[in-house]
C-alpha cells in the first residue's frame, strides 16, 4: 500500500499533483511520501506489540535527513554502515542511545567518532574487527556494547548480489564458531557483549528462511548462556521483502514476521531490534522522470528518458523490475503501446525495462518508476556528468525540496587542476 495514486486523471504524490513538483523542480526527480514511509515504521513497531523492542531503520535504503528526522519523530533507532550515516542520523536528531553500527569494515576512526558520539552496539563481524574495537575503546576509557554477527549459513532465496547469510558471504562469524569467538569478547578489555546479531539478506518473499535462522539464534543464545554471556539482546536484522509488482502475489507481510519473531525468540526475554530498510522506503518513493524522445527502432520501440541508470542503478544492477507508469493517467480504451525503455547513458546496461508494455506516451510526457524508495537516490552517481537529481518530500498536501539538484558549476568546482598544468 502507498500514497501514489490517480485523482482526476493525475497522478498524486499524497494530496499533491506530480505535475505541480516537475513544474517546480523538472525531471527527474525522486519524490517520497511522509504517510507511507510513517504506515511502514509503525506496521514493524505494532507486529513487535508487547515485547520489548526497537525498530533501527536500515537507512543505507534512503537516507536523506529529511525522511530520517520523519522516523526518528514517530520513534525509530536507525542502523548505520558508515561513519557518513552515523552523522547523518545524529544530525537527525537521532540519540546515539538509539542507533547500531553495522558493517563488515569498521574502521578505527568510525569507532571512535561512534564512541565518542555515543552508540547503542556495535553489531561486530570479526575478530580482527573485534580486536580493533577492544583497542580503540580502551584507549579512550571507554566500554564498546557489542553483538556479533553470526552468519547462520540459510539461504535467504534472493538475488545472489543481496544475500548475506550463506557460509561463502563475507558477512558475520560462522555459527559453528561462536562460542570461541564470543569466549575472546568476553576476555578483551573494553567490549561488553549484550547480546547477537543477524541478517541474512535482503528483498526477502518467505518466511522460511527467518525461521531458519531465529530457530538458530534462538538455540545459540540458550548456549551462550550457559557459557556465562549476558545475551539480553537479539538484533534480528532487516531483509524483508516488498512487492515491486502489482500482479505479483504478496511478500510476508510485517504482522506475521512480527508473529514469527515472538514464535521463534519470543520465549528468551531478549530485547529485539530489527533492521527494515526496503520496506520502510521501497514503496514510500518514486521517480519520476520526462520523455526526452520516442525513438522508432528496427523491431523494437525505445522510450528515451531523462532519467538514467546513474540516478536508479537497480535495473542495471540486479534486474530489478519496476513498475512503469504514465503520470497523466492514458485515456480509457487506449491501445498499449510496447517499449524499451532506456536512459542517455552511453552503456546498452543503461536500460530500465525491455518489451514493457504499457498506455502509449509521447515526447515531454511524464513517467513514473514505482518502488524506487529504497536503493534508488542513495546509490546514484554523477557518471555521465549528470547531476544527481533533486528529492523531494511530500506530506498531505505539502511538498518542500530535501535535497537540490547541484549546478554544474558546484559539480565541476569539486575538481582541481594539479600545479603543473
Ligand atoms: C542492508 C541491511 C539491512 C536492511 O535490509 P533491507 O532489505 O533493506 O530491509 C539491515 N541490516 C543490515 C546489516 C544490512 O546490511
Given at each position: 500500500m502507498d500514497h501514489f495514486l490517480y485523482r482526476n486523471g493525475i497522478l498524486h504524490a499524497e494530496d499533491v499533483p506530480l505535475l505541480d513538483i516537475a513544474a517546480q523542480v523538472g525531471t527527474p526527480f525522486y519524490v517520497?511520501?511522509?504517510?507511507?514511509?510513517?504506515?511502514?515504521?509503525?506496521?514493524?513497531?505494532?507486529?513487535l506489540e508487547g515485547t520489548d523492542h526497537l525498530v533501527c531503520y536500515a537507512m543505507k535504503a534512503a537516507s536523506n535527513l529529511a525522511i530520517l528526522k520523519t522516523l526518528a519523530e514517530a520513534g525509530a533507532g536507525m542502523d548505520v554502515v558508515s561513519e557518513g550515516e552515523y552523522r547523518r542520523a545524529r544530525a537527525a536528531g537521532v540519540p546515539g542511545?538509539?542507533?547500531?553500527?553495522?558493517?563488515?569494515?569498521?574502521?578505527?576512526?568510525?569507532?571512535?567518532?561512534?564512541?565518542?558520539?555515543?552508540?547503542?552496539?556495535?553489531?561486530v563481524e570479526s575478530e580482527p574487527e573485534m580486536r580493533m574495537l577492544s583497542a580503540v575503546a580502551s584507549e579512550m576509557g571507554k566500554t564498546a556494547p557489542i553483538t556479533i554477527r553470526i552468519n547462520p549459513d540459510v539461504d535467504a532465496k534472493t538475488h545472489a548480489k543481496i544475500a548475506t547469510g550463506k557460509s561463502e558471504n563475507k558477512f558475520g562469524i560462522p555459527i559453528s564458531r561462536a562460542r570461541e569467538?564470543?569466549?575472546?569478547a568476553a576476555y578483551l578489555p573494553g567490549l561488553e557483549v549484550v547480546g547477537i546479531d543477524v541478517h541474512i539478506g535482503s528483498q526477502l518473499t518467505e518466511l522460511a528462511p527467518f525461521e531458519a535462522a531465529y530457530t538458530k539464534v534462538a538455540e545459540l543464545t540458550e548456549t551462550l548462556r550457559a557459557d556465562g554471556h549476558d545475551i539480553r539482546r537479539l538484533d534480528l536484522g532487516g531483509g524483508l521483502g516488498i512487492p515491486y509488482t502489482r500482479s505479483n502475489e504478496a511478500p510476508p507481510l510485517p504482522m506475521d514476521y512480527g508473529a514469527l519473531i515472538k514464535r521463534t525468540v519470543g520465549h528468551l526475554g531478549c530485547e529485539i531490534e530489527i533492521e527494515p530498510g526496503r520496506l520502510i522506503a521501497g514503496n514510500a518513493g518514486i521517480m519520476v522522470t520526462g520523455v526526452i524522445y520516442v525513438k522508432s527502432g528496427e523491431d523494437r520501440t525505445f522510450?528515451?528518458?531523462?532519467?538514467?541508470?546513474?540516478?536508479?542503478?537497480?535495473?542495471?544492477?540486479?534486474?530489478?523490475h519496476h513498475d512503469i507508469v504514465p503520470v497523466v493517467e492514458p485515456a480509457p480504451g487506449l491501445e498499449p503501446a510496447v517499449y524499451d525503455i532506456v536512459g542517455p547513458v552511453c552503456e546498452s546496461g543503461d536500460t530500465f525495462a525491455r518489451h514493457?508494455?504499457?498506455?502509449?506516451?509521447?515526447?515531454?510526457?511524464?513517467?513514473?518508476?514505482?518502488?524506487?524508495?529504497?536503493?534508488?537516490?542513495?546509490?546514484?552517481?554523477?557518471?555521465?556528468?549528470?547531476?544527481?537529481?533533486?528529492?523531494?518530500?511530500?506530506?498531505?498536501?505539502?511538498?518542500?525540496?530535501?535535497?537540490?539538484?547541484p549546478t554544474f558549476d558546484e559539480m565541476l568546482n569539486r575538481d582541481?587542476?594539479?600545479?603543473?598544468?
Open positions: 517520497y511520501s511522509t504517510a507511507t514511509l510513517l504506515r511502514h515504521y509503525t506496521l514493524f513497531d505494532e507486529a542511545d538509539r542507533i547500531v553500527f553495522s558493517g563488515v569494515g569498521k574502521t578505527a576512526q568510525e569507532m571512535r567518532t561512534a564512541l565518542d558520539g555515543g552508540i547503542r552496539q556495535f553489531n569467538v564470543y569466549g575472546l522510450l528515451i528518458v531523462d532519467g538514467a541508470m546513474n540516478d536508479l542503478i537497480r535495473p542495471a544492477m540486479y534486474e530489478a514493457r508494455t504499457m498506455p502509449p506516451v509521447s515526447d515531454g510526457d511524464l513517467i513514473a518508476f514505482r518502488s524506487a524508495g529504497a536503493y534508488g537516490a542513495v546509490m546514484a552517481s554523477e557518471y555521465n556528468t549528470r547531476a544527481l537529481i533533486p528529492e523531494v518530500l511530500v506530506n498531505g498536501d505539502q511538498f518542500a525540496v530535501i535535497r537540490r539538484r582541481t587542476f594539479p600545479p603543473w598544468l
